[in-house]
């Protein structure tokens, strides 16, 4: 990896909150010119619900993602302005999309229409077949599939592991009925804490099915592009640059669990040691610092952490300029 690189991570649903780059769209150019062009293709009413609310709008699947991804670039247009350059890119879940921006392979207002039509497929079939996820503390990644396998073979439904987030942190999804009698089981095993997740559906789930023909047909739609720098994919946790690579990984992603944890570790094995999270929260440093904590961490949404980011990444030889 180069000195003058730095991994962009971009974060996923549950990120968001009401007013999301305001204050950075009124700071700086850079970031004001994706807001606008957002809004110029979401319509106004896109805008209501970013910045005005009310909170329940927004928590909602299909605005949400286009929410985030639209925060996540705003915020890396103006770190790139600024002398920062990627040499990776990873997102967790919708943030994949945001990272394929990032890395130039699937534009801006492509970017935006493929996301928003995916979070109209998410929630309608979460609609369709209705689910629900918990977050799983405590127990390994093996564990926690052992209590879904557990769950499946006593017939009380479909859970899977979801997202395999760091070393003690997997998130299940599925039926209701089966979610809640893994988070059970997953205290008898040892959990130090089960949390149920505010969804719409069961994301990263055989219950997603109903959305995939769709997901597929809206990336089909749009041009993509070799990715100018690899983006590691959630599905493989294997980086790709190939046009035909990300299309397929991109729909496999609907359907199959985020390797978070692996993708870190992927991206560690390639010499990766400067991060930055790019948009809402801080919840991927917080990750990537549960696999390793000797890298560079760094995380910009906000203006007041603008000069904070660019002389962290300065001192860690990322490139950056104040």
Known sequence: MSSKGVVVLCPGQGAQKMGMGRALAEAHGEARSVFEEAFAVLGPEFR?????????DLKQTVNAQPALLVHSIAAWRVLEARGVRACYAAGHSLGEYSAHVVAGSLSFPDALKVVHRRGELMQEAGRQRPGAMAAILG???DATQAVCSAVRDAGEGIVVAANFNSPTQVVVSGEVAAVESAMQRAKQAGAKRVLPLVVSGAFHSPLMEPAAAGLREALEAVPLRDAAVPVVA???????????????????????????????RTLLGLGARHFVEVGSGNVLRGLVRAVDRDVTLAGFGEPEELSETLAALAQAGAGARA
Do not use: H, K, Y
């Open 139 to 141: 127990l390994s990644g």
């Open 48 to 56: 209501r619900v970013l910045w005005e609310g009310p909170d329940e």
């Open 234 to 264: 959630n599905a493989s946790a294997r980086p790709v640059r190939a046009t035909a690579d990300i299309r397929r990984t991109l729909v496999d992603q609907l359907l199959s669990p985020v390797r978070w944890e692996e993708s870190v």
